[in-house]
């Protein structure tokens, strides 16, 4: 039931409904609290009203705070995660109410950020921003509009997968160049990646304690996909982890630092559009031209299935031309028996 007063010039509007929170709202216009007032019993009703008044307050800035804050710290990549968001809040898109928020103003948003970045980055950021939307409606219960705005929002086509890996002289000029850095560890590191399929952040993680020299196998703890994974060493792998013993991570180093030595050596021979989590794609094209079965190469990569692990087998038509003679061969045979 609404009851209208006229308080002080204005016009005060109070709903009670059984079953809703009191609402209370002000108006200059006596017709426009009558309209507030009919509106808002006939939502009641039909059991289709949402209070939007403690949300009119609350920017799209505050929102991508608090799911930072609340959701990204538990994830994996919560270091990443948090740095994306935190550019995000610089942006002035953030600056809009989620009651204010439309399409249109994600259009500018893309438009500007796609002049200097890959369609593919545009697109995350999109939907890291989508998925914070759709948390504040469905976990924390914040009432927000029917429609989605960033579900309005075309993302763009983004660019053929990746398909660089090293060639043999590439690597072993990466490996001298590595032999030239002021850290100590990088061409270990690199031979690691490269040998092992391991993600950066498993390596980083490495302990000593994880090793068995004696099975000649290593334990990656609580990895992307939230599992643990152990994965065989090579004897020279083996060698290597035992020259410096020193510490309890294998690899004592920070992930940015890493990155700088990294680049100074690419730099340094001359390779190009080639970054540290290619290395891993160098493993699974190598280890799966080498004859390694899909359920082997998985093992020790991590990948859950085909459609994952395709992704970084990136095998040419330049690596298949000695196989392709091997059909001939098996050809000749069967027109031999005839």
């Known amino acids: 039931m609404a009851t209208i007063r006229k308080r002080n010039g204005k016009w005060s509007v ?13 108006f200059f216009e006596k017709k426009d609290a009558l309209k507030f007032a009919k509106d808002v019993e006939t939502q009641m009703d039909k059991n289709q009203f949402e209070d939007y008044s403690g949300t009119a307050g609350i920017t799209l800035k505050v929102l991508l705070i608090k799911y930072r804050n609340e959701i990204t710290v538990n994830k994996k990549g919560a270091e990443e995660e948090t740095s994306k968001l935190n550019l995000l809040l610089n942006h002035k898109v953030c600056l809009h109410s989620l009651m204010t928020l439309r399409s249109h103003h994600l259009y500018s948003f893309k438009t500007e950020w796609s002049k200097n970045r890959s369609a593919a980055t545009v697109n995350k950021y999109l939907n890291l921003m989508s998925h914070a939307w759709t948390t504040a409606r469905k976990v924390w219960g914040i009432a927000l ?39 100590a560890y990088l061409k270990n590191a690199v031979e690691f ?39 065989p060493l090579s004897d020279y792998l083996l060698t290597m982890l035992k020259r410096h013993r020193f510490g309890s991570h294998v690899f004592p180093v920070l992930k940015r ?4 030595h990294f680049d100074i050596a690419k730099k340094r021979a001359g390779i190009e559009n080639f970054r540290w989590h290619d290395l891993r794609a160098c493993f699974c094209t190598n280890a799966l031209l080498s004859g390694w079965t899909i359920p082997q190469v998985a093992a020790v990569s991590g990948h859950k299935d085909w459609s994952q692990l395709k992704r970084y087998a990136r095998i040419k038509a330049d690596d298949l031309v000695q196989k392709i003679d091997t059909l001939n061969d098996w050809q000749n045979v069967v027109n031999l028996k005839k």
């Open 193 to 231: 990646a490269y040998l092992t399929g391991a993600r950066q952040g498993e390596q980083l993680r490495l302990k000593y304690e994880h090793i068995n020299f004696e099975r000649k196998v290593c334990t990656f703890y609580d990895t992307k996909n939230g599992e643990d994974r152990t994965i």
């Open 14 to 26: 109070e709903v009670r409904k059984v079953g809703y929170p009191k609402l209370h709202r002000t």
């Open 145 to 183: 509009p029917p429609q989605n705005p960033f579900e309005l929002v075309s993302l763009d086509k983004e660019a053929p997968p990746r398909d660089r890996v090293l060639t043999r002289d590439e690597y072993q000029k990466l490996l001298d160049a590595c032999n030239m850095s002021h850290y």
């Open 257 to 260: 630092r890493l990155r700088k």
